[in-house]
């Protein structure tokens, strides 16, 4: 399959700059960008579109989120985070069942994909029912088997999510290397080491990808955090984690460790695989050291951290230490929507406002935050940046709206002014997953009757 873009405005990526090149041609075949400019190119397209009055951007990259949480979307309003997660988020939690997860995972990708999400790092319970869902929905998830352990004194063989988490990945790879016991205490894999062909074809393509996950440190142990940094230290894999989103949490880890989280997680040799770091509201000098040195993410959560009270992430400090930062919604129960293009309007925002400094975080550093950043934090070198080459994750913005016009700055608008309604098509991998009101790999109504039946089940 082929398709050929033609008279649009593309958004490239040069030196570190964005420009938009007005008028111009974007070629797509199979999965990848074939061509990017000026003229009609030879090979031959199976399809032309004109895009005038269309700006092409990179997908965008949700590099935190909890996609079933739009199951509990805004409970818990006007609660700080332990009594948000103790009173509103896990009581509802502990009664999900892999159905319920997976009509929240569909909602939210009719959501994400409406809005021009071509990426999410999702950390979630029931991370097999979830792939299920992202494998149909057609966008790229990195997802993990949630890391928690609550007893100091248990070792981890007998505590199961630690096979669990090392099981997950094994699973989704296709090693051989899997405990069958372990499988089976995942309650949505049925028993079974097959993965089904729509999972198997999204692992075998990369669209999917299945990384470690520490909850946090103050819901894991120091034996359980060091399993699982003793089986990454041969497995590999990105490591996704909750980081001093609070003052609290940051305080007492050390009170408890002596150590900040960061310092506490290098300590324990999590860091030296690739970690993406959620939220890291109260990291310290050192911490952001750290993080620069071993090539760690901060994934920037701004308004769930307005939201819950917690603060402002220390960006721009982040950004001269060398630290890559990416964006991400969090869940839709401390945001309440997954609307990235309002992630990266918030973040330029508040840095400014914060800092009294209205030169602070360029168009260029957020757009790069909501996409190449990201990429790069998920293991996704391919993506984030619209080149020949490259992935065709591509979404389409109608420049026609009143408040896109006029586009003497198009790049300023991406950042400032476009809204999550704006996209009219979004493509990964090649493939047209929704264009102008219309999915192509979710039936929407039917994933709306699925979430409202989910729903009166839980709160009914």
């Not at 860091?271 to 993406?276: G, M, T």
Request: net charge negative; glycine share 8%.
């Amino acid at each position: 399959m082929s398709i050929l873009f033609t008279n649009a405005s593309v958004l490239i990526r040069e030196d570190d700059c964005y420009n938009v090149l007005q008028g111009a041609c974007l070629g797509v075949k199979g999965d990848t960008i074939s061509y990017i400019g000026f003229d009609i190119p030879d090979g031959g397209y199976d399809t032309i579109k004109d895009m005038s009055g269309k700006l092409l951007m990179p997908g965008l990259v949700n590099a935190h989120g909890h996609s079933a949480m739009t199951l509990v979307r805004g409970a818990g309003s006007g609660l700080p985070l332990d009594r948000w997660l103790n009173e509103a988020i896990f009581p509802i939690e502990a009664k999900m069942t892999p159905s319920d997860i997976r009509a929240g995972v569909k909602w939210a990708c009719v959501e994400m994909i409406a809005g021009g999400t071509t990426q999410v790092a999702d950390m979630y319970d029931y991370p097999f029912a979830a792939a299920e869902v992202f494998a149909d929905a057609g966008i790229k998830a990195n997802l993990c088997r949630v890391g928690l352990c609550f007893d100091p004194e248990l070792e981890p063989g007998d505590w199961p999510r630690t096979a669990e988490c090392i099981n997950f990945i094994n699973v989704m790879q296709g090693s051989a290397d899997i405990n069958p016991e372990a499988i089976r205490e995942l309650p949505d894999t049925a028993g079974t080491m097959e993965l089904p062909q729509n999972i198997s074809e999204a692992v075998s393509s990369g669209r999917i990808k299945a990384d470690f996950c520490l909850h946090s440190e103050y819901l894991t142990t120091r034996k359980f955090v060091k399993a699982i940094s003793e089986a990454n230290s041969v497995m590999h894999r990105p490591v996704h984690i909750h980081v001093s989103e609070t003052e609290k949490e940051h305080r007492e880890c050390i009170e408890r460790c002596g150590k900040t989280p960061i310092e506490y997680f290098e300590e324990m040799g999590i860091l030296d695989e690739p970690v993406y770091a959620a939220h890291c509201v109260w990291v310290c000098d050192n911490d952001l050291r750290i993080m620069a040195e071993k090539g760690a993410t901060i994934v920037h959560n701004p308004t769930s951290n307005l939201k819950l009270g917690s603060g402002v992430a220390r960006i721009e400090d982040a950004l001269k230490a060398g630290v890559n930062v990416a964006l991400g919604t969090d869940g839709a129960a401390s945001n309440n929507n997954l609307n990235m293009f309002e992630e990266m309007h918030i973040a330029a925002l508040i840095a400014k406002g914060v800092s009294r400094d209205p030169v602070v975080l360029t168009d260029a550093q957020i757009l790069d935050m909501a996409t190449v950043n990201g990429a790069r934090a998920l293991g996704r070198p391919d993506t984030g940046i619209l080149a020949e080459g490259y992935k065709a994750d591509i979404i389409a913005i109608d420049m026609n709206s009143p408040h896109m016009k006029p586009a003497s700055d198009p790049v300023a608008l991406l950042v400032y002014s476009a809204q999550a309604s704006d996209v009219c098509m979004t493509m990964a991998d090649g493939r047209v997953l929704y264009e102008d009101g219309r999915f192509f790999t979710i039936d929407r109504d039917r994933a709306e009757r699925d979430l409202m039946e989910a729903v009166e089940r839980l709160f009914g």
